[in-house]
């Protein structure tokens, strides 16, 4: 009988080791879980912000022509005045 017992005292140890083994398991899966979730956030803050970043390239884009169209007109304009200045100062 003492034998018997002696058993099963080692399967009741076993099954306690295997239940901490488990329990251990389920925290990493959780963790796991929790690190995937972030992962899909940060993936889904990237994708907004690189949309923004393809609207900020487009308006960048738009800026510069119009800054080189004024910038332009405004050597255009300053050219002619210093040629107006000198014509109109020779007589």
């Given at each position: 009988m003492s034998d018997e017992f002696g058993r099963l005292e080692r399967?009741?140890?076993?099954?306690?080791?295997?239940?901490?083994?488990?329990?251990?398991?389920?925290?990493?899966?959780?963790?796991?879980?929790?690190?995937?979730?972030?992962?899909?956030?940060?993936?889904?803050?990237?994708?907004?912000?690189?949309?923004?970043?393809?609207d900020l390239k487009e308006a960048v884009q738009a800026y510069t022509s119009s800054v080189k169209t004024g910038e332009r007109l405004f050597w255009i304009i300053i050219t002619a005045l210093v040629g107006a200045i000198v014509f109109f100062g020779k007589t």
């Open positions: 399967i009741e140890i076993k099954v306690d080791k295997l239940t901490t083994v488990i329990a251990d398991i389920v925290r990493v899966e959780e963790r796991i879980a929790a690190g995937n979730d972030r992962v899909s956030r940060l993936e889904h803050r990237m994708d907004i912000y690189e949309d923004d970043i393809g």
